[in-house]
């Protein structure tokens, strides 16, 4: 493990593999941590993987400022600096994406080898300009009434409830009860002062215009049984210039967490991706 304060005084955690190859830089979702891909870290190997605690989740610094996803944009800027990274292959999930499409709209992509996009929606917040066509097709899970419901209720004296169900949700079939119980346990890092603010945020961003301006070679994957459609992974695929898919089917994973719940298959779709020659 090792550490850096940001510029505005916050401390980040991330765990460097070492390893040979390009670097890939991988990035949780919402109120998760870095251990989300603890298989990953193991199973990618020789390849060097980095992982971080974006700010207040896991073990990183829990500030009571900064919690958009552009700041966490920023937060990654000054990883990659700190580790000397010119160049660099991109994983994001969930949140984790859109953490990255926020990275590629202000810096650029001149870093970025290549992207990994995992089950995050183009829009996960119907917003009222949507027609009801570009809300299905952006993905969107629910519209801005109950993004602030959710919220009121994660914020409130029944918190803790709210996002075990919120979490359970995410799962469809037959869960692996220590697979949902370590999930549930790693959202508890997240305090609600940081974890509210920051999830309406990324809720309510629409990145339908950033797509196309994606110019690096692109994986986007997706999940049968996730309560992240399919279909909106079809679209952002369609929409990034050149991109790939690759949806896992139910009987290889069925939820939100592919490399959770199937290390070996979802190892084997990103070692491919990366590998000489993998992206088109």
């Known amino acids: 493990m090792g550490e850096l304060t940001t510029d505005d005084g916050t401390k980040l955690v991330y ?128 519209d801005v009434a109950g993004l602030l419901e959710l919220g009121a209720a994660l914020a409130g004296p029944d918190g803790e409830r709210v996002r075990h169900d919120f979490v359970r949700g995410m799962f469809s079939g037959d869960t692996d009860p220590e697979v949902l119980a370590f999930v549930a346990a790693e959202i508890r890092s997240t305090p609600s002062y940081a974890g509210v603010p920051l999830l309406f945020d990324h809720c309510a961003q629409d990145w339908r215009d950033m797509l196309p301006r994606v110019d690096v070679p692109t994986l986007v994957i997706g999940c049968d049984g996730s309560h992240v459609s399919p279909d909106s992974q079809r679209f952002v695929a369609r929409e990034i210039p050149d991109a790939q898919l690759h949806v896992f089917p139910a009987d290889v994973a069925s939820s939100h967490f592919p490399f959770l719940e199937n290390p070996p298959a979802f190892n084997a779709v990103v070692e491919k991706f990366l590998a000489p020659g993998g992206a088109r």
């Open 15 to 142: 765990h460097d593999s070492g390893g040979d190859g390009s670097p890939l830089v991988m990035l949780h979702g919402w109120g998760q941590t870095q251990e989300m891909f603890r298989h990953q870290v193991s199973g990618l190997s020789p390849r060097r993987v980095i992982t971080l605690d974006l700010r207040g989740h896991g073990v990183s610094g829990k500030p009571r400022h900064g919690y958009r996803v552009a700041r966490l944009a920023r937060d990654v800027l000054d990883v990659v600096d700190h580790l000397e990274l010119d160049r660099f292959d991109a994983l994001g999930w969930s949140m984790g994406v859109s953490v990255w499409w926020s990275f590629m709209d202000q810096f650029g992509t001149g870093r970025i080898r290549r992207f990994i996009a995992v089950d995050q929606p183009a829009a996960v917040a119907a917003v009222p300009w949507m027609t009801p066509a570009e809300q299905r097709e952006s993905g969107a899970i629910f």
